[in-house]
């Protein structure tokens, strides 16, 4: 077994490790972490930064030996992504001029060289670059290695996007079966109370049309009690002797007659009244 | 059968109860046109028939339902206070089934007649008590 065949099975172990490790991420903090914890033992750089391009926006992680920065809030991209973007062709060069943040990774004077890759992932766009030099040399056969972590690492990228935006969706939901459940409430207590003034408005209904049949039937009876009077008398008129008539018949009569018209005229007032209350309400 | 009807009409003592004087007085004529009655005494103040009750006997008893003070029904419970075996003709002019429903189950209550009462209805009443 030659050398390069020993450090292709000992990166390759390390690269099962560190796929086992980044499945286990909950979050792209996390993920970030791992990948600086467990990527130095698959290449060396001196800077390795992935920066991935959704519709939406840019997230970017930069990985150096001291520290991860993970950035998700439209940061900006360099001169040399922009042109990966466009053109997508690889490129390796001489990187002495100093664009990095120098509180992030110091360009040395060891040969420092800048590599540069574009990957598509249906809608993503991903620019990986990576910044060497003599002491931490990058080198073209860690090539195929760096493309199996980007894969890894934007598989689980999406992954957790997708888990975020889920979770997001369903906090939407519930956010909107709550309030419909809110509404049901709502509207149950509305028709409860319709209900409540529906029955009470009956009630009132039944009230009234007993008062009115009893005052209805108290007229008629009213009204029966004179005139069964009168009949009576025209009843018997003919049987009566020309005394009985003039002393009583007549006066009996005139009496119920009388009577008869004060009930009438009572119930015409009483129903006046009613209508006038109907009329109010 | 017609002849006997004709003696019991005679020999009737009749107590009329309305509190309406004319109403008496038309049934008291109507009697008299149907030759019905041997006594007849009418009352304008029921708690004044229920007190005579006892001396005067009667066999029947035409009694209002609608009156002031105790009406009809009131009339007929106090009766079951005294010794009499008077019977009674509910004389209304209530048409309510009700009021007749509840007068039936006055084993005395023998009829139940509308006002305004005529000779036809006389001569109802007089066959009713013949047939109790």
């Known amino acids: ?281 | 059968m017609i002849q006997s009807l004709e003696k019991l009409k005679q020999k009737l003592d009749i107590f009329l109860v309305d509190d309406q004087k004319i109403t008496n007085f038309i049934n008291k004529k109507l009697m008299n046109i149907s030759g019905v009655g041997q006594q007849i005494y009418d009352f304008i103040n029921p708690r004044k028939a229920l007190e005579e009750l006892e001396i005067r006997k009667p066999h029947l008893i035409l009694l209002d339902l609608n009156m002031p003070d105790i009406d009809g029904w009131e009339f007929l419970e106090q009766m079951k206070n005294y010794k009499t075996t008077a019977k009674v003709v509910i004389v209304t002019s209530s048409t309510s089934k009700l009021d007749i429903q509840k007068a039936k189950k006055y084993d005395r209550v023998i009829h139940y007649l509308i006002k305004p009462l005529n000779t036809h209805a006389i001569e109802e009443l007089i066959i009713a008590y013949e047939s109790q």
């Not at chain 1, 791992?34 to 840019?58: C, P």
């Not at chain 1, 910044?131 to 980007?150: M, P």
């Not at chain 1, 009583?248 to 009483?270: F, V």
């Open chain 1, 1 to 281: 077994m030659d050398i390069s065949s020993i450090k292709y099975r000992i990166t390759y172990d390390a690269f099962s490790k560190f796929s086992a490790s980044i499945s286990k991420a909950e979050d792209i903090e996390t993920l970030a972490e791992i990948v600086h914890k467990k990527s130095k033992y698959l290449f060396d750089y001196k800077l390795l930064r992935i920066a991935i391009n959704t519709r939406e926006k840019v997230t970017v992680l930069n990985f150096t030996a001291e520290t991860a920065i993970y950035c998700d809030d439209n940061p900006s991209l360099y001169a040399y992504e922009l042109e990966l973007l466009d053109n997508q062709i690889p490129f390796c060069r001489k990187q002495e001029e100093k664009i990095f943040d120098a509180q992030v990774v110091q360009v040395t004077n060891m040969n420092p060289l800048l590599w540069g890759w574009h990957f598509q992932y249906n809608n993503l766009n991903v620019c990986a670059s990576i910044l060497a030099d003599d002491s931490k040399k990058f080198v073209k056969s860690d090539i195929e290695i760096l493309t199996l972590l980007v894969d890894a690492v934007i598989t689980k990228f999406k992954e957790l996007q997708f888990k975020k935006e889920l979770e997001h969706k369903n906090q939407n939901l519930k956010e909107a079966f709550l309030l419909i459940e809110k509404k049901n409430i709502e509207i149950s207590r509305i028709v409860d109370n319709q209900k409540t003034i529906i029955a009470t408005r009956t009630r009132e209904l039944l009230r009234k049309n007993y008062k009115l049949l009893k005052i209805s039937k108290l007229n008629a009876h009213n009204v029966r009690e004179p005139l069964s009077r009168i009949l009576g008398i025209v009843e018997i008129i003919d049987h009566l002797t020309t005394e009985e008539l003039h002393s009583e018949a007549l006066a009996y009569l005139k009496e119920s007659a009388q009577e008869l018209d004060c009930t009438l005229q009572q119930i015409i007032e009483m129903s006046t009244k009613e209508i006038d209350n109907f009329a109010l309400e």
